[in-house]
């Protein structure tokens, strides 16, 4: 037993856990802040909506993407919010296997978010394709004409990745609340709602049958879901990495952006957390404990982040080629070098403030810094598209990139659907773990979960 404080706080019992989640979703009035956010949120969907309307009738040349900028924030957005999703698996699946106990407050708030990144990041290889409505020559099926995906590239690795990344996250996720969805279904006082609990919980009785089934199933798929933390990523990497092009054809680029997705992930847990824990109250079940803790998972993965930025540079130099040379150099003195300083600035200067521990465990200075690494992780994977294009090896094919209104609309609607599905999820779901929440209450004078990271994992 350790001095650390706990991860539930003291006075919560297993009645407090099921009125507290269950109550803000059955009984309790939805808060104000609640259809403020959305509002803003179903706003910045009807944007998307004209957005991609617009380009479905004019198409890609009404974004700013031109020879030899074919690639624009359609690839770039792509990858930021692949990255964000990464999170959601690394809390549910690897913590889960690793029996860290303080993941349990916040596993399926960051199951649903990697859900609804994966969802917004797929729509923008789509949307890229310049005929969207025939997306399904991507997948291998018999057609008459012969028409087959060219399976030695890595844009068609991407779709298998993502797909898979996506059947496998919503199946952990929709397994992991069946009990929870018992529980409303058995809480619900209207009929209506007892009959669509009921339907989702799949007709679970809570007997031990059930219990040693379901666990087997979710410890398999969270072992099934931990290779696709690596794997995703790297596959994604692999857009630019097999590429000839100076500023992508690195080794580095799989770990390298599996620790950048997982930092911008972490930071988009953190965005989100923070806020909600105040607006519902949910002060004693995400404690500081557990901000603290994922303010050091993201510093840890930005110190791993910053390694491959250097490790850029020095295989730059290193390599004595001149077009890799001239490329590290552009971005650190060309036209777009103010972007290149300020990812340097958010993602490896400023959060080396998470070092202090009251900076971890400062609502307001957590929650800026996260927003902070979530911008500066989105000018790097701009930085790596862009700049590596607009110059490469024969200067009279070099050209600027300017993003137009249409652009932006797309990326910021992406973030109205993105929000608008969370809190969707946050008011009509149970947005924490019951079950799980309960293992962390004491029992007899044993904290479970709460003194050490490795105690019971039973019900």
Known sequence: MTNAPPLVAPGNTY??????????????????????VFGVAFLLVMVFLGAVSYLFARGVGIWGVRIPIAWGYAIVNFVWWIGIGHAGTLISAILLLLHQHWRNSINRFAEAMTL??????????????????????????????????????????????VSTYATISFVYW????????????????????????GMLSLGWRGAARHWHRYETVYLLLAGLATPLV??????VSFDFAISILPGWHSTIFPPYFVAGAIYSGFAMVLTLVIPVRKLYGLEGFITLRHLDYMAKVMLATGLI?????????????????PYER??????????????????????????QLLWIKAVRQHMVGLFVISIIVNIGMWLERFVIVITSLHRDFIPSEWAMYYPTIWDWATFFGTIGLFLALMFLFIRFLPMMSMFELRQLIPVNGDRRGNGTDGGAHGR
Request: hydrophobic share 55%; with cysteine.
């Open 230 to 235: 690596v794997s995703v990523h790297s596959v």
């Open 15 to 36: 009645a407090t856990v099921t009125e507290k989640v269950a109550g803000d979703v059955l009984t309790r009035p939805t808060p104000r802040a609640w259809f403020v």
């Open 174 to 197: 929709y397994v992991g609340m069946i009990p929870d969805l018992a529980s409303m279904r058995d809480r619900a006082k209207k009929r209506w709602v007892q009959v669509v609990f």
């Open 305 to 321: 982040v910053a390694y491959g930025y250097l490790m850029e540079a020095f295989f730059a130099w290193y390599s004595g080629n």
């Open 326 to 351: 001239f490329m590290m150099f552009n971005r650190a003195a060309g036209p777009y070098a103010l972007g290149y300083w300020a990812l340097i600035l958010c993602n490896i200067l400023l959060p």
């Open 116 to 161: 609804f990144a994966v969802a917004c990041a797929g729509m923008f290889p789509i949307l890229h394709l310049g005929r969207p409505w025939l997306f399904y020559w991507l997948f291998p099926f018999p057609n008459p004409m012969n028409i087959w995906p060219q399976f030695r590239s890595p844009l068609i690795w991407d779709v298998f990745a």
